[in-house]
């Protein structure tokens, strides 16, 4: 009963944690308002956001470094002062370099510190139930982005944008920094216990793999291509959900609202990926999630073209449950296949995909829009990526 207990609070911390992190993907509520201050366009905007993914990557890669010779409190901590000083910056912005440099490169480095650290650290509690645990923690991870978003976006019109951004920064290093005090790691009485609920479930027993053997294996590639190709079209998306809910006629207020629905179900999701992977195996998930994608990307395509808010929300739900399914099932799969003790450092470098499709995804679709006028267009662009997505995973499940 203790042992349930103390796994729960890990769990819940790990969350709320999590919850917070996740505004990083909200990061098209603040796309108009500065649009309209600066005059830029919407190619220069989106790569913000891009940024903001490519140093998410880096974060996590350094997170999983900073494990091996230092506690998680301190890679928490230092999470928590990156966000500080990032949000701080963002709030002192009068160019394009400097939003790139204060919501890009030091906020999305420390949602990438803290979001590794978390689930690593909280992971350890559940090494029988990989795909639950990162489910559950990703839920909070998905949400955040509706729940801190929407107020975000309240708070712009209430206070401005450079305001919002200061309160943003005290609110997300006291969250980390008091989150880094309370999760902690099992000890080895606990350590013990876990070992034995491992055996009573029956859960399979894999070779922990170090980074390098890893990537020997033809599995961790057609992995990570899969991911790269379904991510670039989930990140296109969620970067420009705002402006694409504008596009069809929706009103600044209605268009925040829906394009919430990614968040909403992209949270749902992470934790429904996560149960599915513990029962249906790895084959059957990925299935699923590339068939959520084939469908989601021609819906939003006519909702564009017909400028019509019932497709346009439709497809918003289908996008935000597939994308959630792509980094819990990533997750989950990580632990599986190349074993917990360096799970770490493992997903923080399978985590590099993000990389190219933050930089792919975002770029083309906002470049395609640019030039035709139109986001109707550059769906098409997007369902190629999901296509390409199929045979991988055909191949993958040819594999234990």
């Known amino acids: 009963m203790i042992m349930k207990k103390t796994r729960t609070r890990q769990l819940l911390y790990g969350l709320c944690i999590l919850l917070f992190l996740g505004l990083i993907y909200g990061w098209s509520v603040f796309v108009t308002p500065l649009e309209a201050e600066f005059n830029w366009q919407r190619a220069q905007s989106s790569l913000t956001f891009t940024f903001s993914m490519i140093f998410f990557c880096l974060g996590g890669f350094f997170s999983g470094l900073l494990l091996k010779k230092f506690s998680h409190r301190f890679v928490l901590r230092l999470s928590a002062c990156c966000l500080l000083v990032g949000f701080f910056f963002a709030s002192r912005v009068q160019s394009l370099w400097g939003i790139y440099l204060s ?59 450079r305001k919002t951004f200061v309160l943003l920064a005290v609110v997300f290093a006291a969250v980390v920094a008091v989150g880094a005090q309370l999760i902690k790691t099992p000890d080895e009485q606990e350590l013990d216990e876990l070992k034995r609920r491992v055996s009573r479930v029956d859960a399979p027993q894999v070779q922990s793999l170090t980074p390098k053997e890893m990537f020997k294996t033809s599995s961790v590639w057609l992995l990570v291509g899969w991911g790269t190709l379904l991510m670039l079209v989930g990140l296109a998306v969620v970067g420009q959900a705002v402006p694409i809910a504008l596009e069809i006629g929706l009103p600044l207020a209605l268009a925040t609202t829906v394009s919430g629905l990614i968040s909403v179900c992209n949270g749902l999701n992470r934790f429904i990926t996560g149960s599915l992977f513990d029962k249906l195996g790895r084959t059957k998930t990925m299935a699923i999630i590339t068939v959520l994608f084939l469908v989601a990307t021609p819906l939003l ?95 993958l499940a040819r594999q234990k």
């Open 103 to 161: 919501y890009g490169v030091l906020c999305g480095s420390g949602v990438g510190l803290g979001y590794n650290c978390v689930l690593g650290t909280v992971g350890r509690w559940f090494p029988e139930k990989p795909g639950f645990c990162s489910g559950t923690l990703m839920l909070g991870f998905g949400i955040g982005a509706l729940i801190l978003g929407t107020g975000a976006s309240g708070l712009i019109g209430l206070i401005g944008w």
């Open 301 to 395: 395509y006519f909702a564009t073209r017909a400028k019509s808010t019932a497709l346009l929300v439709a497809g918003f739900l289908l996008i935000g449950m597939a994308y959630g399914g792509v980094p819990t099932l990533l997750s989950a799969a990580c632990s599986r296949m190349y074993g917990p003790k360096n799970y770490a450092i493992n997903f923080s470098f399978l985590n590099f995909h993000i990389i190219p499709a933050a930089v792919i995804g975002p770029m083309v679709f906002s470049l395609v829009q640019q030039a035709a006028g139109s986001y109707t267009p550059a769906f098409l662009v997007l369902l190629v990526g999901c296509v390409a997505a199929v045979p991988l995973a055909a191949l």
